[in-house]
């Protein structure tokens, strides 16, 4: 059926260091893709989306590209700050919005 | 500034009690999304709508759980009678579907607990 995977957390990091997060799907036809990010106490907001093979979503320093041959959509950011611990979750959407099970990142001075 | 509006942003109550939970999506999107959150389940899709008419509720208890859209301005989460293990995060978002998928926006949610 279809699905969303991300790694495992917590990713825990130094400031300034690089964030790889995995995302790969399974979902029939063409989804979009998102990530979305969730700070302490609040509910989920957008962080970037793609809608199509090869398109690549940004904010805030965080890109990533949605790759169909490898049905993945990896969020990045070269260099990450303490501002940026929260949970992460990878999505997509054909006609319901499914998400993964998200991943925490903690971010150290 | 649209935003989802969820209430009460937090409940306590106890077990058997009937509780309801209430959304207000966001002006001209057709279609809403229920999640519930929890630590071992991650978020999981209770059901959605779409201009007021359920699609999936499948995610959903059904003997214990419903979701109504009584109007486009409101939608509702009911549990009777409660249990200890409903206690989570529940979600609601609103997105505006159309051809091309868009992003949802989600509400503060609101915390349930069940004693």
């Known amino acids: 059926g279809n699905s969303v995977t991300q790694m495992e957390g917590p990713v825990t990091l130094s400031e300034e260091a690089f964030l790889t997060i995995n995302c790969t799907y399974t979902?029939?036809?063409?989804?979009?893709l998102f990530w979305y990010v969730q700070y302490p106490g609040e509910g989920l907001q957008l962080l970037l989306k793609a809608t199509k093979a090869d398109d690549k979503g940004s904010n805030k320093g965080f890109e990533a590209t949605y790759r169909k041959e490898t049905t993945s959509f990896h969020l990045e950011k070269g260099s990450v700050q303490v501002s940026d611990s929260a949970v992460y979750f990878c999505a997509y959407n054909t006609d319901k919005l499914i998400f993964g099970t998200g991943t925490r990142l903690q971010v150290f001075p | 500034d649209a935003r989802v509006t969820q209430t009460p942003r937090d409940k306590v109550t106890e077990m058997g009690q009937e509780v309801t939970m209430r959304c207000q999506p966001i002006l001209g999107h057709n279609t809403v999304f229920w999640y519930r959150q929890t630590m071992m389940q991650g978020l999981e899709l209770l059901a959605y709508f779409r201009n007021r008419a359920p699609l999936d509720d499948s995610g959903m208890p059904k003997d214990r759980f419903s979701a109504e859209m009584p109007d486009a301005t409101l939608a509702t989460l009911k549990i009777q009678p409660s249990e200890p293990r409903d206690s989570a995060v529940y979600f609601c978002a609103s997105a505006r579907q159309g051809l091309l998928n868009t992003e949802a926006f989600f509400g503060q949610g609101t915390r349930l607990t069940v004693v």
């Open positions: 979902a029939t036809g063409y989804p979009s």
